[in-house]
Each structure stands twice: as structure tokens, then as C-alpha cells.
């Protein structure tokens, strides 16, 4: 059998075990030994089996993971979630889908201290969702403006898809998240565009304007003073040097802990909460790495990834048009997999092909920008049906809007999202530019 059928056989093993709802984890070592096993023996396998897993979990950068989502959990637990949205609304309310609007800006905030997706979109939307359908918001807008709104828990940084793609390109964090920030800004005024125009264009979404008492402003703005120095320390330090991202996130989970508590938010079963689901998400996603580690070892003895570059260089396209097809793919791929799985699946054969593009960038700018890319569709996989994970979690937040409905509301979102793409594709300045003012 050749390298590129080995590889597609590899990978259908893979979807034929989540089809039946194995976990996707499991399902990536099934098939990675598997192939090993087919075309190196069971001796190596067991060489291999024994040293891989250290390997992996032997890395000190692996340690932010945890961290940053320790301090998403306090976040959480902490009741900032409502402080930023009545800020928000104090501030965007006065607007024609106002609300809408201003829980888009309280989600990017959020994502600003907790680095998550789906952690962004339940707990905004748990504040969120009562007020909109309170004030007479359509349920297909306020389902899907939380889950588009909830993808900013990942564009907006600290990232952990981001952190994950540094370990696997070894790429510098710091560099990364600040390559974010633009394009993440981007995305919230892009929703917020998509919004006004949506409420505009479809009638009956919602009021034509809601009261808001602008003197709560000021007020709203006591509360949410926490998040942005708890922000502004941690990557004021990155970014001056004092620490180290890793560092930065052990000081922001402790600092985001202090302020639940001083805010006297956080009990001690929200403290032993936060504990648990941070262990839970942890060993979900070392467990993720595992399973994508094993298939890319199968995967590397095919020589596939070698020679899709040989096979991609012989088509003769514009670098530009490859680094399209990808972005399509990963599309494609998000409406069946999750974002962690997608990156640590295809990283290890997509980078290597795209840095081997000439692009007009050096090296390291091609991987920062290539990391920014993939950052932003794999956030349309999270909206895009039939899984679009964020669209279902918040959706079972609100039961009484149909499923059919929220995919067809967040439709605007993802125009948004491929016109922000287009765009990052074809101007790399707009991701690059903070990244270079740090050279």
C-alpha cells in the first residue's frame, strides 16, 4: 500500500470510531497504532509507547494550559461575567439590537481572562440569554449572537488554541498572542457590524430601541475596573519582560482568584468547581494530544506528509491559493471535529508544507501569520452546522429556540468571519504589525 492510501486509511479508521461515538481521543491512538503496528511491527510500536507520552508531557510550556484555564474558571466563578455585561449594555443599549451588541463586547472582555470558547459563550450566556428574551429579542439572535460572540474566548488572547499551536510550531507566545489582538478586535466590531445590519434587514429581531439609564455608566464601570487591570498586568508583564507567559498566567489565575474573592463571589464549592473543571479540561486536552501524537507518529512513517508537499508543489498553484485550499479544509474538517483535535491532528503535516511556501515573509512571521489564520476558521468550525459546537451549548441554554433556528441566526456571524479571513489572507500586515513594533 502506498503512503497517501496508508494515510487515508489511517484517517478513515479515525472517523469510523467517532461515528460510533468513541471519544476523539481514543479514536486518534486506536488508529495510530494501528498503522504503526501495520508497518513497523509490535516491537517498535512498544519501543515507541514507552517513551512518547514523557516526551510530550515533559515540556514546561505544556504548564500554561492549565493556568489559564484555572483563571478562566475564576472568571467564572467570580460573577465578572455580569459586571461586564451590564457595563456593555450601559454603554450599547440605547442602540437597535443594543443588547445583542453588548453581549459581544462583554464576551470578548470575558475571553480576555479565561482563553476558552465554550467557557465564553455558557457564561455570558447565562446572563445574557435571560435579559435578551426579557426584552423581546428574536431567540435565533440571542442564541446565535452568544455563540458567535463566544468564539472571541479564543481570538481574543490569552488563547489556548494559540498556546497549543506555539507548542507544536515552537513558535514564541508572547509573539502569537500579540498577533491576536488586532484581528480579535476585528472580529468584535465585525459582529457588532453584522448585527446592526441583521436587526435592520430582518424585521421583528428586536425592540426598536431599548431604555437605558446612562447614569448606571459610570456605576457599571466600578465593576469591571478588576478585568482590565488583572489584563493589562498579565500582558504588561509579558510584554515588559518581567515574566514569562507561563508566569503571566500563574499571576492572572491568582489575581482573577483574589478578585472573586474580595468580591465575595467565589465560595468554597465554587473554589473546588473551579478546581475540578480545570482538571476535568486539562486532562481532556493532554489526553487530545496523546491520541493526535500517536496518529502523527503512524502518519510520519508514510512519508504522506513529504509527499503531499511534493504533490502540492507539482500543482504548480500560487502560494497564496494553497494557504486557501487549507483554510477551506479546516472549514470542512471544524463541521465534524473540535479545535484542539484539528490542530493537533494537522499541524504536524500542514506547517511544514507552508513553510516551505514562498510567501515574501520570514520564516518566523510565516508561522506567526499561518497560526493566525488557522486561529480564525477554526472558529468558523465552532458556528458552522450541522456541529458547530457553540451554536449547540447555547442552544441547550435555551431550549425554547429550535436548533434550526440558531444555525440559521448565526449566518451573519460567519459572513463576518470569512470577510475578516479574506482579509487577514491577503494583508498579513494586519496580523503582523504588533508583532513587529516587539522586534
Not at 495510530?32 to 516526551?55: D, M
Request: proline letters at 5%; glycine letters at 10%; a neutral charge.
Amino acid at each position: 500500500m502506498d503512503a497517501i492510501s496508508m494515510a487515508l486509511l489511517l484517517f478513515a479508521v479515525m472517523l469510523v470510531l467517532m461515528a460510533i461515538r468513541v471519544p476523539i481521543a481514543a479514536a486518534m491512538f486506536v488508529a495510530g497504532v494501528v498503522g504503526y503496528l501495520a508497518q513497523a511491527g509490535w516491537l517498535p510500536l512498544v519501543s515507541h509507547l514507552k517513551s512518547f507520552a514523557y516526551g510530550r508531557f515533559s515540556s514546561y510550556d505544556l504548564s500554561v494550559i492549565p493556568l489559564f484555564l484555572l483563571m478562566g474558571q475564576f472568571a467564572t466563578q467570580g460573577g465578572l461575567s455580569r459586571a461586564l455585561f451590564k457595563f456593555a449594555n450601559a454603554l450599547l443599549g440605547g442602540f437597535k439590537g443594543g443588547m445583542a451588541m453588548s453581549a459581544v463586547v462583554a464576551c470578548a472582555a470575558f475571553g480576555a481572562v479565561c482563553g476558552s470558547s465554550i467557557a465564553t459563550a455558557a457564561t455570558i450566556g447565562s446572563v445574557a440569554l435571560p435579559e435578551m428574551k426579557r426584552h423581546g429579542y428574536a431567540g435565533k439572535l440571542s442564541t446565535a449572537t452568544v455563540a458567535a460572540g463566544g468564539t472571541l474566548g479564543i481570538l481574543i488572547p490569552p488563547s489556548v488554541v494559540l498556546v497549543i499551536y506555539a507548542i507544536l510550531a515552537e513558535q514564541n507566545i508572547a509573539k502569537l498572542f500579540a498577533a491576536a489582538f488586532i484581528p480579535g478586535l476585528i472580529a468584535m466590531v465585525g459582529y457588532i457590524i453584522a448585527i446592526a445590519i441583521y436587526v435592520r434587514v430582518v424585521p421583528g429581531l428586536c425592540p426598536d430601541k431599548t431604555a437605558v439609564d446612562r447614569s448606571e455608566l459610570w456605576s457599571s464601570a466600578v465593576g469591571v475596573w478588576p478585568v482590565a487591570a488583572i489584563f493589562f498586568v498579565v500582558f504588561g508583564g509579558i510584554y515588559g519582560g518581567v515574566f514569562t507567559p507561563t508566569e503571566g498566567a500563574a499571576i492572572g489565575a491568582f489575581a482573577t482568584f483574589l478578585t472573586a474573592v474580595l468580591r465575595r463571589e467565589l465560595s468554597w464549592k465554587g473554589f473546588i468547581q473551579s478546581m475540578y473543571s480545570t482538571a476535568e479540561a486539562t486532562a481532556m486536552i493532554f489526553m487530545i494530544f496523546l491520541g493526535a501524537d500517536m496518529l502523527n507518529s503512524a502518519l510520519a512513517l508514510t512519508q504522506a506528509p513529504n509527499q503531499l508537499a511534493q504533490a502540492v508543489g507539482a500543482l504548480g498553484w500560487p502560494p497564496l491559493a494553497i494557504i486557501a485550499a487549507i483554510l477551506l479544509f479546516y472549514v470542512v474538517l471544524g463541521c465534524v471535529m473540535d479545535e484542539l483535535s484539528m490542530i493537533l491532528l494537522t499541524i504536524p503535516i500542514f506547517f511544514p508544507l507552508v513553510m516551505g511556501l514562498d510567501l515574501g515573509l520570514p520564516p518566523a512571521e510565516k508561522a506567526i501569520w499561518f497560526g493566525i489564520l488557522v486561529l480564525m476558521v477554526v472558529s468558523i468550525g465552532l458556528l458552522a452546522p450541522p456541529v458547530g459546537l457553540n451554536v449547540y451549548v447555547v442552544n441547550s441554554m435555551e431550549k425554547s429556540t429550535p436548533i434550526a433556528e440558531s444555525y440559521r441566526g448565526v449566518m451573519p456571524f460567519l459572513i463576518s468571519d470569512f470577510i475578516r479571513t479574506t482579509l487577514l489572507l491577503t494583508f498579513p500586515v494586519i496580523s503582523l504589525y504588533l508583532v513587529r513594533l516587539m522586534d
